[in-house]
């Protein structure tokens, strides 16, 4: 596994956003006027578990879907609303507008963006391809449509090891992008030969090795959950890997009482939901008041809040745009992950 010298542009990570207090009372409210307006639009709500508690409630309650990348992917081509309103991060939307051209696809904030997609800039990425001709290109969700559309497939953590592993098989050396920690565990588990793009998640990249074994010594029965975007010294304590949905089941399906979990903890209001007997702590970060800059929150995810997602039901803007020649490229790699989900039977639904 070599991880290469790549230079990659330097990632502003913005602060998190200051949304105004709402009493109850204006918050049903306003969530009562976002029902109405969405009704209007032929509108659902295709919302991440790193978003806002409240967003994530009222996607439930609505009948639009709170998952992680993989099923937010798929979800999109089997409702028949009008309009997608993706609340999460910028590819998340570029998927669904990929997967479904003749949608509306519509986002809260469109600068809410990813350091792994930042990170991987299409220009550079497709250099990078020319110089490996020999190498299978599969790149991460996290990745502009126009990263897609240079790659032979796309994978979400979900379902990243099982493509991998299939192509492993078929004697295929891989070219991986963005994520460097994501990359090195899948070549770990596999033992494939894979060159790696230096990117990392600001959120993932802050877990630290050394609070987390402390932590762990005084909960000595919790189970740790760790995403696979964290540095390998965390991944190497944890007792389960994987994606925000694996995550999710192995809280409602291990006996512990307790968990230390490593992922943004936008994801405890579904954990606490199916689990509400769990104890959940939010393993180390360089702390608050500290040196972190993500405190085990997404900026981006942050971006996305009840307030402006009124507004863009009243205006309407803020809807992707892909190229045609763009997305006919970057549709073939989703695609292809997403029948070898369905042949493999891998994902398929949120966590219940
Ligand atoms: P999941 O696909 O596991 O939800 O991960 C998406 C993501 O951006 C994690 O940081
Ligand atoms: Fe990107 Fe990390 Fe935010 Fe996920 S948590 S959207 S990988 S920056």
Redesign the pocket.
Known sequence: MVVTSQSIPEIRVPKHPQWPELSAREKDNLKDRIKTLLKKNNAVLVA???VDADLQALAEETGGCVA???EMARYGTTSDADTLIVCG?RFMGETAKILNPEKRVLMPDLGAT?SLDEGCPAKEFSAFCDAHPDHTVVVY??TSAEVKARADWMV???IALPIVKYLADKGEKILWAPDKHLGSYIQKETGVDMLLWPGS?V??EEFKAFGLERLHKLHPDAAVLV?P?SPESVIEQADVVG???ALIKAVQEMPNEEFIVA??DGIFWKMQQLAPDKKLLSAPTAGEGATCVSCAH?PWMAMNALQNLEQLLIRGDNEIHIEEDIRKKAVIPIQRMLDFAREHGIGGSPAK
């Open positions: 991440h578990y790193y992680d990348s993989l991060v990813c969700a996290n979400t953590s979900g998640c959120v993932h995403h975007e994606s925000t949905t992922t943004d997404c």
